[in-house]
């Protein structure tokens, strides 16, 4: 076979794939145009094409409100994760303290444990605090990641050996070492790790969903469930506009972050 | 600088690493550390810069006991195997880095950066980032850090270990040259002898554990203390052959055969104990001539290594293989039987021990001299 028809063939299978993997969100996306009259009577296309859609979810429902929450949860869990992800990680790849190997053990363990069944004592745990239907309920509860020490730790071990025993040389201390050598030579798994958990909880539901009450703190995947759930005849148009519009950050992410992901994730031996 | 070394001793765990390490380093000397890999010379170096705590035993710099400052109060610089270069920084700003805890102003900051990447002729290629270099450049760059700290005392940790044969040549000549003209104390480790045969000033033979030897290169070469520093030092090895003293008739036999075959004897060249010993004979020493003279012995020709200008031939004589260095090219073919002759020379006859593999002078016994010269 001549390397043309390799690559047509090649692109024929990755086009089909494509398609189906992203047919939901293609008809997602063109059903946000319709108008909700077409969409239950059952119409799949329609001679009126608008935004209207989107007009009325910003105007009629509270939709920007969700992102903002969704945003500040996700940047306030992203920032607390960094914090604490990087210091763990950094006393489990350069420390020697007795204990570590279990103690890192314990760590990878609590991975393993699913998050539903966390649930129940986090929120004892945050009712007891009076942080429901807070921005500290949503957020605090994720600022310790197993995942994040684990992923860091393995970009901090790429850190050669000869630049640690190189910063001792010119009288570094750890915070030194750590931010003028370690944070820089990790940069792209820190991006990719601020994407991910991002991502991860831009689009958190369960939890959001048992601990917010009240719109100022509900966050988007919660909120896009309340409108379904409101409307007695679901206006399916502005519903689809809505999903649209929470989906597009997500999008950006991933266009942007698209070699990061691909970077950071083989340096740190783990596939998404 | 002037470095002692006083009784060091590493372990790990259970495992020792070094052990009774005594030397004197003198101020300006170019002082190589050599050894086979595992024989406990890296860590002697981080042992000296601090990276390391020694088990026991201590470190003087010049009067000072250093041997438990943290590294940066030891006034001392360190180029690295993998050069140790911060990628996300330029050429310029990781040399300016490496003067982050000298306190100086910044004109003489800026002055030293630009000194030391002239002195390494870098200068062009100040703001490129490390990945944007060559192996060599890259070195370059870690030498000049190394440099501009202007340290009285530099490591140099397998420096040219990455570079491919003709730039380590290169490189070689650069670094004594270097030496030469800034005159610090210049540690170096490596595990290749010819690297520090052509820039130690000394050498310190490192192996199991223990220092094997210390002494100049043409020291360690004619005067080897023990069977491993004779084998360790130089290229084609030194040959081994089995040999059994006859001290009354004077003589040595081998387990070689000549023509009659009879075994091998060599006139001793000096008085040796009755015993059983290991001869020594450098492959240049051997002759070989296509016919048969006085005092030859045939062997056949398994393999030559033409290098231009000169040739090793492998031989075999009696289930016995040893090498020859013949100062020619050497067109003949394998299975040939030539004549080969021991040199007679007393300088030429390494005997060792063959108990304790130490050198034996001419009372027949081991000689320790050697060991321990340049030890305090």
Aim: charged share 15%; aromatic share 10%.
């Amino acid at each position: 076979m001549t390397t043309s028809l390799k690559h047509i063939n090649h692109y024929f299978w990755l086009t089909l794939v494509a398609l189906l993997m992203g047919a939901p969100i293609l008809i997602g996306i063109w059903a946000s145009l319709l108008p909700t009259a077409d969409i239950a009577a059952g119409h799949l296309t329609s001679t009126n094409i608008s935004l209207n859609n989107y007009i009325a979810a910003i105007q009629t429902t509270p939709v920007l409100r969700y992102m903002a929450n969704s945003f500040i949860v996700a940047i306030l869990i992203t920032a607390g994760q960094f914090v604490l992800c990087t210091l763990a990680a950094y006393a489990f790849a350069f420390l020697d303290f007795k204990f570590k190997k279990q103690i890192f053990a314990l760590f990878l363990i609590t991975m393993m444990l699913p998050f539903e069944a966390q649930i129940i004592p986090n929120f004892q745990t945050i009712r007891v605090f009076g942080w429901l239907d807070s921005y500290a309920g949503l957020t605090i509860p994720f600022f310790a990641s197993a995942f994040g020490v684990f992923m860091l730790r393995q970009a901090f071990l790429q850190v050669p050996d000869e630049l640690h025993e190189y910063s001792q040389l010119i009288g570094l201390n750890h915070l030194q070492f750590l931010f003028k050598i370690v944070l820089p030579y990790s940069r792209s798994t820190l991006i990719t790790f601020g994407l991910y958990m991002f991502l991860t909880h831009w689009n958190d539901y369960l939890w959001p969903l048992i601990t917010t009450f009240s719109d100022s703190y509900r966050t988007t995947q919660v909120g896009l469930k309340q409108l379904q759930a409101q409307d007695t005849f679901s206006n399916w148009g502005v519903i689809m506009a809505t999903a649209i519009l929470i989906l597009l950050p997500t999008l950006l992410i991933l266009l942007v972050g698209q070699r990061y992901f691909k970077k950071g994730l083989n340096t740190g031996g783990l596939k998404a | 600088m002037y470095i002692k070394l006083d009784h060091l001793t590493k372990q790990f765990g259970d495992t020792a690493v070094l052990d009774g390490i005594s030397a004197q380093i003198q101020e300006g000397e170019f002082f190589v550390l050599v050894g086979p890999s595992g024989s406990g010379k890296s860590t002697l170096l981080r042992i000296i810069a601090g990276l390391i705590p020694a088990s026991s035993g201590s470190v003087f710099f010049d009067s000072q006991n250093v041997t438990d400052l943290p590294p940066k109060d030891r006034h001392l610089t360190m180029v690295f195997q993998n050069y140790a270069l911060l990628p996300f920084m330029s050429v310029a700003d990781n040399i300016r880095f490496g003067l982050h805890n000298l306190d100086l102003d910044a004109t003489e900051e800026a002055k030293r950066v630009n000194d030391a990447l002239d002195m390494v002729h870098l200068t062009e290629l100040r703001d490129r980032k490390p990945k944007e270099l060559s192996g060599g450049q890259q070195q370059r760059v870690a030498l000049a850090r190394a440099i501009a700290t202007k340290a009285s005392l530099v490591l140099m940790d397998e420096p040219l270990s990455n570079l491919d044969a003709q730039l380590r040549t290169e490189m070689r000549q650069e670094l004594v040259q270097l030496h030469k003209e800034l005159g610090m104390t210049l540690l170096y480790v490596t595990h290749d002898q010819v690297e520090a045969m052509t820039m130690g000033e000394r050498i310190m033979v490192l192996n199991d554990h223990h220092i094997q030897q210390v002494g100049t290169p043409l020291d360690l070469y004619n005067h080897p203390a023990n069977k491993f520093v004779a084998t360790f030092i130089g290229s084609p090895k030194m040959n081994m052959f089995d040999a059994t003293v006859d001290a009354l008739e004077h003589f040595a036999t081998l387990e070689l055969t000549d023509a009659n075959q009879h075994s091998v004897r060599l006139p001793l060249p000096y008085d040796l104990a009755a015993g059983a010993y290991q001869l020594g004979i450098r492959p240049e020493k051997i002759t070989l001539s296509r016919s048969a003279s006085a005092g030859s012995f045939p062997v056949r020709v398994m393999a030559v290594a033409n290098l231009g200008r000169e040739s090793s031939v492998s031989l075999v004589n009696n289930g016995h293989e040893f090498i020859a260095s013949v100062p020619e090219q050497y067109p003949v073919p394998e299975n040939q039987i030539v004549y080969a002759t021991l040199p007679t020379d007393a300088a030429d006859l390494h005997f060792f021990d063959e108990k304790s593999n130490l050198a034996v002078n001419n009372k027949g016994v081991p000689e320790k001299a050697g060991v321990l010269d340049g030890i305090a």
